[in-house]
């Protein structure tokens, strides 16, 4: 938690709460359902809930804006952003049931008001439109940006922020950009937080 708090400092009571009671949660949840790697799951914070945030660093998410989350697995990066911006709504959308379960069950014990869930593939949503997608090392950005973009609203939001697909990747994504078709904005999250983790992970950003 303390990672946490050295990059942002304006949580409310509630959101600090809330994010206090994570670790405890998906420890005792991964023990039934696996959703976070062993190694990983003792470095929550970091690693997943900080990780998640860069996207809250790098981007203003107005008051009554609707984000879905593809590919959410554990509620990552949907759950750490939902606190973070309690006034946009997130939808979680993951193809297997039993993270979602997870998710359902995390959501509902720290009181968080405004997510959805839906156990379904990115590509089978129908009559649904986003202001943002967002998503986490889930598949390469040409199909990511395949599934998202006939989710995404035309429209700017309020903050002038063009609807688009918002991703966490890692590693030398050279080929995967060029193969995909777009021409994101590429940023380091060790830039946003400067800690020997997040070397070579990255934040893109492909506008509508």
Same mark, same amino acid.
């Given at each position: 938690?303390?990672? #946490? &708090?050295?990059?942002?400092?304006?949580?409310?009571p509630?959101?600090?709460?809330?994010?206090?009671k994570l670790?405890a949660?998906y420890k005792?949840?991964?023990?039934k359902?696996?959703? #976070?790697?062993?190694?990983d799951?003792?470095?929550?914070?970091? @690693?997943?809930?900080?990780?998640?945030l860069? +996207? =809250?660093? =790098?981007?203003?998410?107005?008051?009554?804006?609707?984000?879905?989350?593809?590919?959410t !697995?554990?509620?990552?990066?949907? +759950?750490?952003?939902?606190?973070?911006?309690?006034?946009? @709504?997130?939808?979680?959308?993951? *193809?297997?049931?039993k993270?979602?379960?997870?998710?359902e =069950?995390? %959501?509902?014990? +720290?009181?968080?008001?405004?997510? *959805?869930t839906?156990?379904?593939? %990115?590509?089978a +949503?129908?009559n649904?439109?986003?202001?943002?997608?967002?998503?986490r090392a889930? =598949?390469? $950005?040409?199909d990511?940006?395949?599934? !998202?973009?006939? &989710?995404?609203?035309?429209?700017? /939001?309020?903050?002038? $922020?063009?609807p688009?697909?918002?991703c966490?990747?890692? !590693?030398?994504?050279?080929?995967?950009i060029?193969? *995909? !078709? /777009? @021409?994101p904005?590429?940023?380091?999250v @060790?830039?946003?937080?400067?800690?020997?983790?997040?070397?070579?992970?990255? &934040?893109?950003?492909?506008?509508?």
């Amino acid at each position: 938690m303390d990672i #946490i &708090l050295k990059y942002f400092a304006d949580f409310s009571p509630v959101q600090l709460e809330q994010f206090g009671k994570l670790e405890a949660l998906y420890k005792d949840w991964n023990e039934k359902i696996n959703v #976070i790697s062993r190694k990983d799951i003792d470095h929550l914070y970091e @690693r997943h809930v900080l990780h998640s945030l860069a +996207i =809250a660093a =790098a981007f203003e998410f107005s008051p009554g804006m609707d984000v879905i989350d593809i590919g959410t !697995g554990g509620g990552f990066p949907g +759950i750490p952003l939902a606190i973070f911006f309690p006034e946009v @709504r997130f939808h979680l959308a993951d *193809s297997i049931a039993k993270k979602l379960k997870v998710v359902e =069950a995390v %959501a509902a014990e +720290i009181g968080l008001q405004n997510i *959805s869930t839906e156990h379904t593939r %990115a590509e089978a +949503i129908k009559n649904r439109k986003f202001d943002m997608v967002v998503s986490r090392a889930v =598949a390469p $950005l040409k199909d990511l940006w395949n599934w !998202g973009k006939p &989710l995404l609203k035309t429209k700017k /939001t309020e903050t002038d $922020l063009q609807p688009g697909l918002i991703c966490l990747k890692g !590693g030398d994504l050279a080929k995967e950009i060029q193969e *995909s !078709g /777009t @021409r994101p904005r590429v940023m380091e999250v @060790r830039e946003l937080f400067p800690e020997p983790f997040f070397a070579e992970k990255y &934040l893109l950003y492909v506008p509508r």
